[in-house]
């Protein structure tokens, strides 16, 4: 992040000095191949959510309510523009371990998922499939998907395109020890969908504590990471995901949208992350739901070198670019010698 900040400084102060603008003076010291257009930028408006998280799904009237919630955080996202809107994980309800153990609630033991309330739970996803339609809005929220008995649930998040249509579903592939234990068959492949042109992927739960998944993703030429989470126990462990997740976007230099809990946003609400590892905006810390809006457009001077520069760069060095300039020579391969 600092050698970006030091480029972005080189770049304005030869604006400054010549009067041209940014753009123009970054062509200066990344001169574009003869003959090459300009590559077109791409923008969606993204709304990242952050929702208050019901854990009884034995419960008809919690599910209706957070189906309720997810409805209005929708319509307050298409009234500010917003294309695409983010939810945390289990928006529609993230099932306690202890409520839904054969052996609770006061030991921990495999979830019965008979208790689960799934006509109301697919009710409420139709409802909110049907919005997503009438808004025109690409929806991702958090849900647990069910599978055919006696196989375990996937925790997933759906994304419900603009035509109201489940477009993909990805399920969590790095599951917490007791949700691997005793609640959740894992997921076992990356998803990526577009939107207007914009590439995004999805992670969830507690990948973040896992590079490889944004790695991957990188490769997979995403512009940005849908990250939803319930957060963390402790306050700290809600910061070091955060932390985390600002340390991806910085490393592969795309933008990572972190929707979580509103319970837990006194220690990190919700917000998106830039290609250069700093937040774009936050949601407010004081427990209430809420949309927090952000426009992605990989054409704007803020990201370019992130984006132009430092990912392509990246990409350049993986691919070989030292294997030519490595030199077999005594004094490199003995490790006892000054």
Same mark, same amino acid.
């Given at each position: 992040m600092t050698a970006n900040r030091n480029f972005k400084r080189r770049v304005r102060a030869r604006a400054a000095k010549t009067g041209e603008s940014?753009?123009?003076?970054?062509?200066?010291?990344?001169?574009?191949?003869?003959?090459?257009?300009?590559?077109?930028g791409k923008r969606v408006r993204l709304a990242v959510a952050q929702t208050v998280i019901r854990e009884d799904p034995r419960d008809a009237t919690e599910l209706r309510a957070s189906g309720a919630d997810l409805r209005s955080?929708?319509?307050?996202?298409?009234?500010?523009?917003?294309?695409? &809107?983010? /939810?945390?994980?289990?928006?529609?309800?993230?099932?306690?371990k202890r409520l839904m153990s054969v052996n609770g609630p006061d030991e921990v033991g495999p979830a019965d998922w008979d208790r689960f309330a799934w006509d109301v739970l697919r009710q409420e996803l139709n409802a909110t499939a049907e919005l997503a339609r009438e808004l025109r809005l690409w929806t991702v929220l958090g849900s647990v998907h069910r599978l055919t008995a006696p196989h375990r649930p996937h925790n997933s998040l759906y994304v419900i395109s603009d035509r109201g249509e489940v477009a993909t579903r990805?399920?969590?592939r790095m599951?917490?020890?007791?949700?691997?234990?005793?609640m959740y068959a894992p997921g076992t492949k990356p998803v990526t969908f577009e939107v207007d042109g914009m590439r995004f992927g999805c992670a969830l739960g507690m990948e973040v504590h896992f590079p490889e998944v944004f790695i991957e993703y990188e490769r997979?030429?995403?512009d940005? &990471?849908? /990250?939803?989470?319930t957060g963390a126990v402790s306050p700290h462990d809600s910061r070091l995901f955060a932390t985390e997740a600002q340390?991806?976007?910085s490393a592969n230099s795309y933008w990572v949208s972190f929707a979580s809990p509103a319970q837990h946003s006194g220690s990190v609400p919700s917000g998106v992350v830039g290609p250069d590892g700093e937040w774009l905006a936050q949601g407010p810390r004081d427990g209430t739901a809420s949309v927090t809006v952000v426009d992605l457009d990989t054409a704007s001077s803020d990201v370019e070198v992130a984006v132009s520069v430092a990912r392509p760069w990246r990409r350049t060095a993986r691919a070989g670019l030292y294997e030519p300039h490595v030199v077999r020579d005594p004094r490199s391969d003995d490790r006892s010698l000054f």
């Open positions: 940014y753009t123009a003076s970054l062509r200066h010291f990344r001169p574009a191949p003869t003959g090459d257009a300009a590559p077109e955080l929708m319509r307050e996202a298409h009234r500010a523009g917003a294309k695409l &809107v983010h /939810f945390p994980e289990g928006a529609t309800c993230f099932p306690h990805y399920d969590e599951l917490s020890h007791t949700k691997i234990s005793y997979l030429d995403v940005c &990471v849908l /990250f939803s989470t340390g991806h976007a």
